[in-house]
């Protein structure tokens, strides 16, 4: 789905609807893994791998090969990275 798919999406929901991405937690203990939970989306991206977007722009990068799925594209993932 691209972008401007997203938003026609989105606008099946009313305006003030609450949206929540989905997080992941320390784990406890010795889980691999901690408890995942949703959080409003705030759009806070922040260097240190907590942000709750990542924005990826694989166009032109020489290192993807044209095989790769990511090949000249350009990729918004929502949720904790």
């Not at 026609?8 to 010795?30: H, M, S, Y």
């Not at 290192?63 to 594209?73: A, G, H, I």
Request: hydrophobic residues 30%.
């Amino acid at each position: 789905m691209n972008r401007k798919e997203f938003q026609a999406w989105l606008d099946q929901f009313p305006e003030d609807t609450e949206i929540e991405v989905v997080i992941q937690d320390t784990p406890i203990g010795f889980e691999s893994y901690g408890p995942c939970r949703g959080v409003s989306f705030t759009g806070e991206r922040s260097v240190i791998g907590d942000s709750q977007y990542e924005y990826t722009d694989f166009t032109n990068n020489k290192f993807v090969s044209e095989n790769s799925t990511f090949y000249n594209k350009r990729v918004l993932v929502l949720g904790e990275i």
